[in-house]
Every structure is written in structure tokens, then in C-alpha cells.
């Protein structure tokens, strides 16, 4: 799932970049550049920069046409969905996510990773550096 991704961001990159001599500071569409004759190329990224490799404007294209997934609240929003109801102590009406929060950080905290593992592996939710979560659907729509 996750490298299905990462081949379709590639190539995205790839479509994005020209490559670039880095030597000559020369873009060589043809895959060898004019100047010094070298095929060992980088890629120039119009309007920002250059370097080796694609890894770099996969992260550029990420941060330029996604969102990273808010997971504190799209945790939130996934347990209101599963308790719509609020909680009644005493004479107050409380928001479930409030009171778990409060009163068992540690718990919910738990509760927000497992949320977090699943969500990955069903492939809602996918990170390429283990710490920015995108929606798969926002990545597809890429
Ligand atoms: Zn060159």
C-alpha cells in the first residue's frame, strides 16, 4: 500500500523535475547533459531547487499539495462517532471525548496510538517518515 504510494509519488516527481546537471548547473532533458556529457543527473524542481535523487520532491509535492492528518482530532472525531451520546454526571451533560480525556490522559493516549496502527493498516491513513500521517484518499486524489 504504502510503497504503491511511494511508486506513484516517484513518477509524479519525476513528471514534475527536469533532470539537472548538478555539476554544470545545466538542465538536460535528454538524460546527458550537453556541456560535460555526464548521465549522472540530479533533478531540478522548477521554481524551488535541485538536488539527488526524488526523495526530496516527493516531500516537496507532499507539503505543497497535502495536508498532514490532524490525528489528535481525527481520533476525537472517530470516538464521537463510536459514543455520540455525551455522559450525565450529576447535573452536567459532558462531552465523552472531554471527560476521557481528562480523566485518564494515559488511557486515551493508548487508545489514540492503537487507533493510529489501525488506521494504518487498514491504509486509511499513510506516512512515508513514520511521523506525517496522509489521508490515502487525499494521496490518491494526487
Ligand atoms: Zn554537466
Redesign the pocket.
Known amino acids: 500500500m504504502q510503497n504503491d504510494f511511494y511508486d506513484k509519488l516517484s513518477q509524479l516527481a519525476l513528471k514534475r523535475s527536469i533532470p539537472y ?6 538542465e ?1 532533458k535528454d538524460g546527458r ?6 548521465d549522472d ?1 540530479g533533478f531540478l524542481l522548477p521554481g524551488c531547487s535541485c538536488g539527488w535523487g526524488l526523495d526530496w520532491i516527493i516531500e516537496e509535492i507532499l507539503k505543497e499539495c497535502l495536508t498532514p492528518v490532524d490525528l489528535a482530532e481525527a481520533f476525537e472525531q472517530s470516538v464521537r462517532e463510536s459514543y455520540p451520546e455525551t455522559v450525565q454526571v450529576a447535573w452536567m451533560n459532558l462531552d465523552v471525548c472531554t471527560v476521557c480525556q481528562e480523566i485518564d490522559p494515559v488511557s486515551w493516549n493508548i487508545a489514540k496510538g492503537e487507533w493510529e496502527d489501525q488506521e494504518c493498516e487498514a491504509g486509511t491513513i499513510v506516512t512515508f517518515d513514520g511521523g506525517t500521517y496522509y489521508w490515502a484518499y487525499d494521496l490518491e486524489a494526487l
Not at 546537471?21 to 545545466?26: F, Q, R, V, Y
Not at 547533459?33 to 555526464?38: N, R, V
Open positions: 546537471c548538478m555539476g554544470c548547473h545545466k538536460a547533459c550537453l556541456s560535460c556529457g555526464s543527473l
